[in-house]
């Protein structure tokens, strides 16, 4: 029975053998079974599912793990969501590794806040409580009008550094871009070791230049009397009065390192690793500057595209991830990816919410910097 006398049950919203990986292994830390439902896309590619026992009046939680189809796997997590609901379910808990959209949580030129209006949908699907994992920015929890608890994952990649890296002692934390400082500062200052940034045109893709607006609108030239042109022979400025300074543009300098890596094991750590490109250039600044491994350390491998085969053609020596995301394939791909389980924090996580218990035991010595 997934039933104890806890009752509380668990389901995942993915009938995929690579997606109910993680799954199993949170019921079977729980001690538990994982409810029966079937989730699959009709012919027309259409999300259904079927919810196969009672929940009435029950605490459900529902994993999801993210794999490459996204909108698919959102869709699901809804239907399921909204399934539940009407099944009467007391409380809907989604247990989200890694949040989809949490990258697009900034207004970029005339686009849109996807990751808001996702927060938005699940709340109306009828989840009452999120459980993820190193969001991309923190802030995204205040786009949520439930609870959200985001764990972290850097205490299992840590130990990862010290149990399977010899000679860690030897290392330094880099940092690709100045925006992962600060998350390579805390990993350099759990690990009591050196820390270096990677700052100029190898950069993250994230550029500010994308937050304005455009605005106002470009001056048209126009037939006829507008209403606000001057007299002849006045025409300093077509609007008079709100000449505003112009914003002068950025000017990347030439790629720099700031540290010492020579002689010395590199270990770039961020959150996401996705397109490798910024890494595979950043481990190839590294070797020209004496570094001699060089370890990636990320909590979500999405690993898209070509990925695996840049890795592994690359001066890379590890790629370490954690299973928030199926990454089977590629790891067959590239067998310099490995991984890490996090399914026990999970597992505790929703041991912990549905017994009413305190969530500050996972959250030991971290930090708002974390």
């Known amino acids: 029975m997934n039933v104890a006398k806890s009752g509380y049950r668990v389901f995942s919203a993915n009938s995929s053998p690579a997606c109910t990986e993680l799954a199993k292994k949170i019921t079977e830390r729980l001690g538990v079974e994982l409810g029966k439902s079937v989730v699959f896309q009709e012919s027309n590619r259409e999300t259904r599912v079927d919810v196969k026992e009672s929940v009435r009046g029950q605490t459900i939680f529902i994993i999801q793990t993210i794999p490459r189809d996204v909108n698919t796997a959102i869709m699901e997590l809804l239907v399921m969501a909204y399934a539940l609901k009407t099944s009467c379910a007391k409380n809907i808990i989604g247990v989200i590794p890694y949040f989809p959209y949490s990258k697009q949580c900034k207004m970029r030129k005339r686009?849109?806040?996807?990751?808001?209006?996702?927060?938005?949908?699940?709340?109306?699907?009828?989840?009452?409580?999120?459980?993820?994992m190193d969001l991309h920015q923190k802030e995204i929890q205040g786009f949520f009008s439930f609870p959200v608890d985001n764990l972290r994952a850097s205490p299992f990649l840590i130990q990862y550094i010290q149990e399977e890296i010899p000679d860690y002692r030897n290392a330094i934390i880099v940092a690709k871009s100045p925006a992962a400082a600060k998350r390579a500062q805390s990993y350099a200052e759990r690990l009591r070791l050196g820390l270096a940034v990677i700052h100029g045109e190898a950069q993250c893709s994230e550029s500010d230049m994308a937050d304005g607006r455009h605005s106002p609108p470009s001056v048209r030239n126009t037939i006829g009397h507008t209403g606000l042109?001057?007299?002849?022979?006045?025409?300093?400025?077509?609007?008079?009065?709100?000449?505003?300074?112009m914003m002068?543009?950025?000017?990347?300098?030439?790629?720099?390192?700031?540290?010492?890596?020579?002689?010395?094991?590199?270990?770039?750590?961020?959150d996401i690793i996705d397109d490798v490109g910024d890494f595979v250039a950043a481990a190839e600044i590294l070797k020209e500057r004496g570094a001699y491994k060089i370890f990636i350390m990320a909590t979500h491998g999405l690993l898209s595209a070509d990925a695996p085969r840049l890795i592994e053609e690359s001066a890379i020596d590890e790629v370490v991830v954690t299973n928030t995301v199926p990454h089977e394939v590629q790891k067959l791909q590239c067998p310099k990816i490995k991984t890490v389980d996090v399914s026990m924090i999970?597992?505790?996580?929703?041991?912990?919410?549905?017994?009413?218990?305190?969530?500050a035991y996972l959250f030991r010595n971290i930090t708002v910097d974390d």
């Open 229 to 245: 042109e001057l007299p002849s022979g006045k025409q300093q400025a077509l609007f008079p009065g709100i000449e505003l300074p």
């Open 346 to 359: 999970l597992a505790e996580a929703i041991r912990r919410i549905h017994n009413g218990e305190s969530m």
């Open 111 to 132: 686009g849109s806040i996807v990751c808001k209006l996702l927060a938005s949908m699940l709340a109306k699907a009828g989840l009452t409580h999120i459980i993820t």
């Open 248 to 270: 002068m543009a950025k000017e990347k300098p030439p790629i720099t390192v700031v540290g010492d890596v020579g002689g010395r094991i590199a270990i770039i750590v961020d």
